[in-house]
């Protein structure tokens, strides 16, 4: 996984607009529409998954969890 860089809606827009540092991380899977009333993401486990659950790893070691 490597990082990107994109265009986007986030809930890091508030802290970023007000000059703190914020990290957005995505669920590297696939999606559409996203923040429509037809919102959507592939569940099967395949890159959604295991996406989320190396987001879930670098918010842990953020936190200084092990």
Do not use: F, Q
């Not at 999606?31 to 486990?45: A, Q």
């Amino acid at each position: 996984m490597s990082p990107g860089y994109n265009v986007g809606s986030t809930d890091s827009n508030i802290p970023i607009s007000m000059g703190i540092p914020a990290i957005t991380l995505d669920s590297g899977g696939r999606g559409g529409r996203n923040h429509s009333l037809d919102e959507w993401i592939d569940t099967e486990k395949t890159a959604s998954v295991s996406g989320i659950n190396v987001a879930m790893a670098i918010l842990l070691s953020l936190a200084g969890m092990e």
